[in-house]
């Protein structure tokens, strides 16, 4: 809220209200490792579960060699 006030009587409400813009991040998983996970992701979860969590996605990737 303070940068954002800030802004704004610098700027005024137009200057406060655009947001710059971001650098882009490195991808971490190329074209089939992410074909992969959302294949895994949208697939029945490990017997006992209900749903896929973030953990059991990056256990699974290393477990079956797609990631270190």
């Given amino acids: ?7 704004f009587v610098i700027g005024g ?3 406060a209200s655009k947001d710059g813009e971001h650098p882009s991040k490195p991808k971490k998983l190329d ?4 074909a992969f996970l959302i294949a895994a ?12 969590t973030i953990k059991l996605l990056a256990e699974h990737l290393v477990k079956v ?4």
């Fill in 13 to 15: 409400l137009e200057f």
């Fill in 1 to 7: 809220m303070e940068r954002t006030r800030e802004k």
């Fill in 31 to 34: 074209e089939k490792q992410e």
């Fill in 41 to 52: 992701a949208c697939s029945n979860p490990p017997e006992g579960r209900v749903r896929w």
């Fill in 65 to 68: 060699g797609i990631i270190d």
